[in-house]
């Protein structure tokens, strides 16, 4: 449960800090190791944020 818990919470883009503190979790390094392998659209979110953030480079030049 607590797993599902820490997903959904990193998932919906709440602060590392603040999880492990609700967690009882002393050192926040140790709530990313444990619970990050559980967000499996991290890198979809994380490729979305890069494409609106740059502009289109249009086609590969040769």
């Not at 991290?42 to 040769?62: E, T, V």
């Amino acid at each position: 449960m607590r797993h599902t818990y820490a997903s959904v919470m990193l998932e919906a883009g709440e602060s590392i800090v603040s999880l492990a503190k609700w967690l009882g979790h002393s050192d926040p390094a140790f709530t990313l190791r444990t619970y990050t392998h559980c967000m499996p659209q991290a890198g979809a979110r994380g490729l979305s944020a890069r494409l609106s953030a740059l502009p289109d480079p249009g086609p590969p030049r040769s």
